[in-house]
């Protein structure tokens, strides 16, 4: 059974959690099995109800004024009884009775029952909600999974993920034998990716056109999802932003060129399509700072972005066969600088970063920018042999006005540093995460 990060947190509500707890993210990353497996886990008092599955059990809610009408409603809707105080109630698929996010309300203030919810396009759906009261609700997001999840699953032990974080915290050398290993489980990363469907087949079966055929689904699946937009230019918008982004990575500075969907089409007249892309959780934007200074989200120039597919192994799906035995057999030729980062700003995104992009005539492009430990870092990504031949990082780095302490280059090659800059090899990727914290003041006396 696949691991998770989030298992931990979730845990960690059954046991002491008050609020209700919201679990979000796109489809088929795993949600429903996540949660109703750490409910088994812990041997909960649950009920589970499917908002698709069981449509009927929303008049059960509508006709609860209080805790013991929806203790009567929903036993004898669900035939199971229920305990107030203890029992959890595990509610899926809630994108398709939105309302039962603020309906909850009273019984969590309350403390009557405690509420787990979970469902898709929940970015869409619930976005009229957004300004609900606050203070009974907790939101978790749940995304594919991320190589150190991957490594879990391909069995690799604790210790050498263990060794390898050593060796990123200390900036030393990984030993060639694991650090060969560690780059074939990456490659084969970049081509199964994070969705558990295809890790589970993967780790079962090793059979990659199995994989793949999970992975055509999937994408089928989110299509089918785009016409539920109700006009019909912005379904077609949709389709298209979303099977361009393919062929947008191929290109030397990945930035999307909305030409490429329609000549002349300004940025007005797809933006929400974008948004809606980020929100349904199929995607990943990351837009232009106009400058790489603290703080980025003060100098976005948001009608200039690149866009990632939310997972790299549909986006290596999408190259064909070819592009897939290139990567498993570390073919040196491949155009896969667009695979590359995609693997590297999911990883980040997953973890928590907003991304960004720099661009400029004088100083050139960084790939990725993002806010670490309260400083800006600049991450090149480099799929090629010249790793450490990086112009516009140097120019950066080099500007006394950007202050700029620390730069990362990820590429295929070991640990080594040179003056600010530090390269990694591409895996370590999964140990880059922001433990930076605000102090705990003290009262000032007077």
């Known amino acids: ?6 298992e931990k947190e979730i845990n960690e509500w059954i046991e002491n959690g008050k609020n209700a707890l919201l679990v979000s993210g796109a489809r088929q990353v795993g949600k429903t099995f996540l949660i109703r497996s750490c409910l088994d886990k812990n041997n909960s008092d649950f009920l589970e109800i499917n908002f698709i599955k069981n449509p009927e059990i929303i008049d059960a809610f509508e006709n609860s004024k209080s805790s013991k009408d929806l203790k009567i409603n929903l036993s004898a809707a669900m035939n199971k009884s229920l305990t107030e105080g203890q029992t959890i109630l595990f509610l899926d698929e809630i994108q398709e009775y939105k309302d039962v996010v603020t309906k909850i309300k009273f019984w969590v203030d309350e403390g009557s029952f405690r509420f787990i919810m979970s469902g898709s396009l929940l970015g869409i759906e619930l976005n009229d909600l957004r300004s609900a009261p606050v203070g009974y609700l907790d939101e978790i997001i749940m995304y594919p999974l991320d190589f150190t999840e991957f490594l879990w699953a391909c069995d690799v032990r604790e210790e050498v993920i263990d060794y390898l974080r050593d060796c990123y915290d200390k900036t030393e ?11 074939e489980h990456f490659r084969r ?7 558990p469907a295809c890790v589970d087949e993967f780790v ?15 994408i089928s699946e ?3 999802d785009f016409t539920k937009y109700e006009s019909k230019e912005k379904k077609l918008m949709l389709q298209q932003i979303y099977d361009l982004i393919p062929s947008e990575l191929l290109k030397q500075n990945r930035r999307f060129n909305y030409a490429d969907i329609k000549k002349g089409l300004r940025f007005e007249r797809v933006e929400d399509s974008f948004l809606w892309l980020k929100a349904a ?56 600088g667009g695979i590359y980062e995609n693997a590297v700003n999911q990883e980040l995104f997953a973890h928590g970063f907003k991304l960004y992009y720099y661009n400029s005539k004088k ?11 309260g400083h800006v870092l600049p991450i090149e990504v480099k ?12 120019n950066c780095v080099n500007n006394e006005e950007y202050e700029i302490e620390k730069a990362i280059v990820f590429s295929n090659y070991n640990v080594s540093k040179n003056g600010k800059t530090f390269y990694l090899p591409i895996y370590m990727i999964t140990f880059l995460k922001d433990d930076f914290e605000l102090p705990v003041l003290k009262p000032v006396n007077i």
């Open 363 to 373: 100083n050139g492009e960084l790939d990725v920018i993002i806010e670490h430990e």
């Open 173 to 183: 050398e990984v030993s060639e034998t694991v650090h060969n290993k560690m780059m």
């Open 281 to 336: 959780g199929v995607s990943i934007c990351v837009f232009n700072a106009t400058e790489p200074k603290i703080s980025l989200n003060q100098n976005v120039k948001s009608s200039l972005l690149k866009l990632y597919l939310s997972d790299v192994g549909l986006l290596t799906y999408t190259y064909g066969p070819a592009m897939k035995l290139g990567l498993l057999s570390d073919n040196k030729t491949l155009n896969c």
């Open 222 to 224: 989110y299509k089918r």
């Open 383 to 394: 799929s090629g042999k010249d790793y450490s031949v990086h112009s516009a990082l140097d």
């Open 204 to 218: 079962r079966s090793g059979d990659i056109k199995k994989v793949s055929n999970i992975q055509k689904n999937i």
């Open 1 to 6: 059974m696949l691991v998770r990060h989030l």
């Open 189 to 195: 990363y970049l081509v199964v990716g994070g969705m």
